[in-house]
């Protein structure tokens, strides 16, 4: 954990919105603009409801102790990281599988303009409490990151994320939200270098990484690692810290909002996949960014 953050200017980049349901009937549409820009879009009257028998489930012990994460992984909708009986798990995977679809309804209604290409990712149930895991400086999701991930590399395709606090005991999720990207871009690019010659094929090759690492994912994954291993960053950078209380949904794009999860308990999260070309605005994808930045194209080799 990291002290209150110092100087730096504040953030205001969380908007929060009045809808009180998932379903098409809810007063927010096409705000695809305002989450492209880089924007947390909060509903703090907006909670994913547990049935009287689903309540159980709010208990870290029904999570893996490896994976501490319950998911269900599509396009198959197959369980992971659960522990308990076959007559626990098919309803903690309904559960788990009426948020996905909860979550898929209030995107399509956010952001019509993604309708036909948002993919399913992982939905997950996490019942354990952020604080206190074992992690490395690279797993600490304590520290302010752009999601980027070393084994899988995203071709500039955007992370999509739609979280809900499900805490039954009052509990916040409590986050720090960052510089916008561009920014952030800029702070770090000049010191990045390029990937070693052959060294995308030797990552493919070795199975370290699911498909080819292009320059762009060499980039967020820099950014994401020097981020993190800044204590100056974490601590001075511009910042705010932003509580989601139980009964909220949040919505952003976690490739391009600097995040940090400091504490909460019992969290729902969806994940979306979208081309970037599909945006509304795609000048404004990481990927747009750091090839303007860069004034060169990213994704060769892809
Ligand atoms: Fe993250």
Same mark, same amino acid.
């Given at each position: 954990? +990291?002290?209150?953050?110092?100087?730096?200017?504040?953030?205001?980049?969380?908007?929060?919105?009045?809808? &009180?349901?998932?379903?098409?009937?809810?007063?927010?549409?096409?705000?695809?603009?305002?989450?492209?820009?880089?924007?947390?879009?909060?509903? #703090?009257?907006?909670?994913?409801?547990?049935?009287?028998?689903?309540?159980? +489930?709010?208990?870290?012990?029904? &999570?893996?102790?490896?994976? $501490?994460? @319950?998911?269900?992984?599509?396009?198959?909708?197959?369980?992971?990281?659960?522990?308990?009986?076959?007559?626990?798990?098919?309803?903690?995977?309904?559960?788990?599988?009426?948020?996905?679809?909860?979550?898929?309804?209030?995107?399509?209604?956010?952001?019509?303009?993604?309708?036909?290409?948002?993919?399913?990712?992982?939905?997950? +149930?996490?019942?354990?409490?952020?604080?206190?895991?074992?992690?490395?400086?690279?797993?600490?999701?304590?520290?302010?990151?752009?999601?980027?991930?070393?084994?899988?590399?995203?071709?500039?395709?955007?992370?999509?994320?739609?979280?809900?606090?499900?805490? #039954?005991?009052?509990?916040?999720?409590?986050?720090?939200?960052?510089?916008?990207?561009?920014?952030?871009?800029?702070?770090?690019?000049?010191? @990045?270098?390029?990937?070693?010659?052959?060294?995308?094929?030797?990552?493919?090759?070795?199975? @370290?990484? $699911?498909?080819?690492?292009? /320059?762009?994912?060499?980039?967020?994954?820099?950014?994401?690692?020097?981020? $993190?291993?800044?204590?100056?960053?974490?601590?001075?950078?511009?910042?705010?810290?932003?509580?989601?209380?139980?009964?909220?949904?949040?919505?952003? +794009?976690?490739?391009?909002?600097?995040?940090?999860?400091?504490?909460?308990?019992?969290?729902?999260?969806?994940?979306?996949?979208?081309?970037?070309?599909? /945006?509304?605005?795609?000048?404004?994808?990481?990927?747009?960014?750091?090839?303007?930045?860069?004034?060169? #194209?990213?994704?060769?080799?892809?």
């Amino acid at each position: 954990m +990291f002290a209150e953050p110092g100087v730096g200017a504040a953030v205001d980049i969380v908007h929060s919105y009045d809808d &009180a349901t998932w379903d098409d009937s809810g007063p927010t549409r096409a705000v695809e603009a305002v989450l492209e820009s880089g924007h947390v879009l909060a509903f #703090p009257r907006l909670g994913f409801r547990f049935e009287d028998d689903e309540r159980r +489930f709010l208990d870290p012990r029904w &999570a893996d102790p490896a994976s $501490k994460n @319950i998911s269900v992984r599509w396009p198959q909708g197959e369980l992971r990281g659960a522990v308990g009986s076959e007559g626990d798990l098919g309803p903690l995977k309904a559960l788990v599988v009426r948020y996905a679809e909860a979550s898929e309804a209030l995107a399509l209604r956010l952001f019509p303009h993604y309708r036909g290409h948002l993919r399913r990712g992982n939905s997950s +149930f996490r019942p354990v409490e952020v604080v206190g895991r074992a992690r490395s400086w690279r797993q600490d999701d304590t520290r302010l990151h752009i999601d980027a991930f070393p084994s899988n590399p995203m071709h500039g395709t955007r992370l999509l994320r739609v979280f809900s606090n499900v805490n #039954p005991n009052g509990q916040p999720r409590r986050w720090r939200v960052g510089e916008p990207f561009e920014a952030h871009a800029r702070r770090y690019l000049g010191r @990045i270098g390029r990937p070693l010659p052959g060294s995308a094929w030797l990552l493919h090759a070795t199975g @370290i990484t $699911k498909r080819r690492r292009t /320059e762009y994912d060499h980039l967020m994954l820099q950014l994401h690692d020097r981020a $993190k291993a800044d204590a100056a960053f974490q601590q001075t950078s511009p910042q705010a810290h932003a509580d989601f209380a139980p009964g909220t949904t949040w919505v952003c +794009f976690s490739d391009q909002v600097l995040h940090a999860a400091m504490g909460g308990q019992h969290m729902m999260e969806q994940t979306f996949t979208l081309d970037a070309a599909r /945006e509304a605005l795609p000048a404004s994808s990481p990927l747009a960014v750091l090839e303007r930045l860069t004034g060169r #194209p990213l994704l060769a080799g892809a």
